[in-house]
Every structure is written in structure tokens, then in C-alpha cells.
């Protein structure tokens, strides 16, 4: 995502755990991030275009040691039917590209009722199940988290803290 395309932000404030906003007429309640981690590999067919509606995003490591980073939204649902955002970025905003940059898994957007159940070893699984097919969801909100790289897969997701901005951007 190139800086010349980059435009105002739909959300100005950065929201934190346990916070509402209301994104694209959806409102976002008590929503908290879940951990993050690199994840080159899983995706190892990317979809060779995103629509604009998929949300792609910049966001910044709440440590401020990771710089920003650029990503888009995709979502599947948990096994008790709950959507959730799915981060997939890249290396850095500038080198945006869905065909030829690494695809990383960088985080996870969710309501805190699904995230109070889930640990990162649960959402691996259903991720190898959904694999490159994983599909743009209009109804759940275009929210990024950052990278916040824990070891423990059995980390319970409601414990952990990030700073998000969404920009209304899309690669080419």
C-alpha cells in the first residue's frame, strides 16, 4: 500500500481491549484483540486480488518496536458460529502485494464472549481447515491488531492488549 494511497482514517482513535465503535454501520462491541503470530506458509495460495471491501489496514505494534504494518481482513467463524477478523499482512505498507509478498497471520479481531473460549491452538485448526479459501465477510468489522509475538499457544486470548487503526485503503 503505497503512502500516496493512503487516506484518513475511518476510526481516529486507537481503540483498546474492551472498547465499542461503530465501523461502516456495524457496531463493534466490546471487541479485544488475539494474539498474533508469524505464520509464513499457511497461505500458500493468496488470493491473487482483494475487494475493496475486505479492509486492509494499517496498524502499529503497541510496544512501538515493530513500526507499521500493513494487512487486510479476512474472516471465518468458530465452531460455535461466532465471526471473527482474520489479519493476514505483509512485511510493510510499502510492499503490499498479494501475489508476491509473504503472507503472514498477524492477528485476530473477535467479541470477548468468543475470545473468553478460544485459544490460539483453536483458531490454527480451523485456519488449516478454511487453508487459501478463506472468504471476505462483509458482517464482521475491518479491525487489524497488531503483532504480538507469544510462544504459548494455550495463551488465553482476553489477556492480551493491542492498539489498532483502520484505513479505508486497498492494494492494487
Not at 52 to 78: E, N, P
Amino acid at each position: 500500500m503505497a503512502s500516496e494511497q493512503m487516506q484518513k482514517p475511518v476510526l481516529k482513535d486507537q481503540l483498546q481491549n474492551g472498547t465499542s465503535a461503530t465501523l461502516n454501520n456495524h457496531t463493534v462491541a466490546n471487541m479485544q484483540p488475539i494474539r498474533s503470530n508469524s505464520w509464513s506458509g499457511k497461505f500458500s495460495s493468496p488470493p491473487t486480488t482483494i475487494p475493496s471491501h475486505g479492509g486492509v489496514v494499517r496498524f502499529t505494534h503497541h510496544k512501538g518496536d515493530q513500526g507499521s504494518k500493513a494487512g487486510v481482513i479476512y474472516s471465518i467463524t468458530s465452531a460455535a458460529g461466532a465471526p471473527y477478523g482474520v489479519v493476514i499482512a505483509w512485511d510493510s505498507p510499502s510492499n503490499f502485494n498479494p501475489v508476491t509478498s509473504p503472507n503472514r497471520l498477524c492477528g485476530v479481531l473477535a467479541p470477548k464472549s468468543v475470545i473468553d473460549t478460544l485459544t490460539w491452538e483453536t483458531i490454527e485448526k480451523e485456519l488449516d481447515k478454511a487453508g487459501p479459501s478463506v472468504v471476505i465477510n462483509d458482517e464482521v468489522a475491518k479491525i487489524s491488531v497488531h503483532a504480538n509475538l507469544i510462544n504459548n499457544p494455550k495463551t488465553k486470548m482476553a489477556d492480551l492488549f493491542a492498539n489498532f487503526l483502520l484505513i479505508p485503503s486497498t492494494p492494487n
